[in-house]
């Protein structure tokens, strides 16, 4: 009978327990879930200004996602006194050395890339990290570039981009994110919501 008791008594104390954990922590998300998505808008709209002109508007508040190749891409729409000034899309590319790449690209109206900007990723300190913008300026070659004529691949495989050295896998992957960018950019957001005239790389917004 001691032995059934004290076995008894261990499984309530442990219930008692896991029901104060969880109590707990559904205690501590509810006290910090407003913080924590305040610092992941504050994070996207920081992205966003790093690779399109000035705005005026919370391109966060006005999102199109896309589901794409296993995974979801975001694009935020822009403007500056009502006039949209470019779209930010946020990429992903699954084939860098080091798994998953994630990335933010700005387009202009007429389908230019403005500059390109790092989120997150796991390549090959001095290597593959040279990704970065502020390790090396790989990035800026796509600035100004139109991919409707501007091929996204490294120049070995046929393409404009001239490879990081020693880092072909890498620059790859990075091509790779833009253009699944500029695939999302072009067929849902100048096409579907009728922003731009020509889907193919459009030079004028229409009125």
Request: charged share 25%; hydrophobic share 35%.
């Amino acid at each position: 009978m001691a032995k059934e008791s004290s076995f008894k008594n261990m499984v309530i104390t442990l219930l008692v327990i896991t029901l104060i954990s969880s109590a707990l922590l559904g205690g501590v998300y509810e006290l910090t879930k407003d913080a924590i998505a305040a610092v992941k808008i504050r994070k996207i709209n920081n992205g966003i200004s790093n690779v399109l002109p000035a705005f005026d508007n919370n391109p966060s508040e006005n999102v199109h996602k896309k589901f794409i190749d296993g995974d979801t891409v975001y694009v935020y729409t822009a403007t500056k006194d009502e006039k949209i000034v470019g779209s930010a899309v946020q990429t992903f590319t699954n084939t860098g050395y080091g798994g998953k790449i994630v990335m933010m690209v700005g387009f202009l109206t007429n389908g230019e890339i403005n500059k390109i900007d790092v989120i997150s990723h796991s390549e090959t300190p001095g290597l593959g990290d040279k990704i970065e913008p502020k390790k090396t300026d790989f990035n800026v070659q796509f600035n100004g570039k139109n991919p409707k004529d501007y091929k996204l691949a490294i120049r070995k495989e046929g393409g404009d981009v001239d490879a990081m050295s020693g880092s072909t896998v890498s620059s790859k992957a990075f091509c790779d994110a833009v253009a699944r960018a500029y695939k999302v950019f072009r067929e849902d957001i100048m096409k579907d919501q009728g922003k731009w005239d020509d889907v193919s790389g459009a030079t004028q917004q229409k009125k």
